[in-house]
């Protein structure tokens, strides 16, 4: 037997993610372990289609009682997405439930492969518009630990488990390993990916958080697999790129928040609302400096202004204090986030960051390039 693993596509950085704080539920004692009384549900088999994202929202539903959810509306729907292709970001699928909502699965049975999916997806959609809004949900955000994991589960919330799965990890051809574990890692490297993959967080006992997975119920215990809490902190430890798992929540409910004002997204790029008019230059938020061009586009990367260099992450945040390494070269930031120049004395030693830009034999040293020189002054890098 063999399953789609494919389908989960990353979530691109958000600004609007770190804005979320799920700690302000009451840090109550958890119980050691627990299941939810779910006594009609059944488990789903996604098959030879990239739907593992709809599958687990739908799965997520199911859990609470709600009747068997669509899975096809979910995975074709993508007003909220420039993303087209096979599979699906979970955020964008979110998105989507919180605007329009989601029918049952005998209100929309359709369960196909894209573009076919989004082109009978936007047939109904102005149809079982109505239908689906009532089962819209509220609020969603990441969940970054295990123990956040297990509180929005007993709390009565949706969880969502994205897992960036390797060899190693499971089992996948006979699934008589229902445990995924971190993956092997020799010699700096962890072995090869075998794609990404959405399931619905069910309950949880010590160390393990317990999942139902839509490869059908031959799979695994029963169609349940139980997902490792190392998972969460393994390629941080390891220095892997790539976080394996990527871990949301949501709250059901009929109507979604509405923000007077905030980040929000226009044409595929940021933009920020104070309440009266879209931002233009700086704004902080969240203990973050954003830069809004003369547009209201959120900027990113190098960028002079006011004659200053400043350098922006990719999800937007300006980086204030630091060293940056950007082409092979790094410079420094100072406090209030502009390039150095020139001799500076950084912790305990010093050194030179070069003033102009500069061309050398054959390599050009940028402006603000840290230059380092052999004990005859020869210029190295």
Known sequence: MTYKINGLQPSPPDPRDYRVVYGALEKAALPEEWEPDAPDFVIHNQGQINSCVGHAIAAAYEIKGNPKMSFGWVYGNRRHTDYTGEGMITRDALKGIQKEGIPTL??????????????????????LLAAAQKYRIGPYYRLETPEEVRRA????????????????????????????VPPSFEEGEAVG??????????????????????????????????????????????????????????EFG????????????????????????????WTEDGNYWYYLDIDGNMVTGWQKIAGEWYFFQNWGGMVASGWVKMDGWWYYLGEDGKMLTGYQKIG?????????????????????????????????R
């Open 106 to 127: 005998a209100e929309f049975p359709h369960d196909k492969e894209v573009p076919e999916i989004i082109t009978l997806f936007e047939e109904a959609a102005d149809r």
């Open 254 to 281: 009929t109507e979604p928040i509405q923000k007077e004002s905030g980040w929000y997204q226009k044409d595929g790029k940021w933009r920020y609302f104070d309440g009266k008019q879209d931002v233009v230059g």
């Open 348 to 380: 305990s030693e010093t050194f030179y960051l070069n003033q102009k830009g500069t061309k050398v034999d054959d390599f050009y040293i940028p402006t603000g390039a840290c230059v380092i020189t052999d004990s005859r002054g020869n210029i190295l």
């Open 153 to 180: 589960m007993f709390e009565g919330k949706g969880v969502l488990l994205g897992l960036f799965l390797l060899d190693g990890m499971i089992d996948m051809q006979e699934g008589t390993n229902p445990k995924i």
């Open 193 to 250: 990916s075998i794609g990404g993959h959405l399931v619905a967080g069910w309950g949880y006992k010590k160390d393990w958080i317990k999942i139902p997975n839509s490869w059908d119920k031959e799979w695994g215990d029963n169609g349940f697999g139980y997902v490792s809490d190392e998972l969460f902190t393994w390629s941080e430890e390891h220095g892997f790129p790539v976080p394996l798992v990527e871990a949301w929540g949501f």
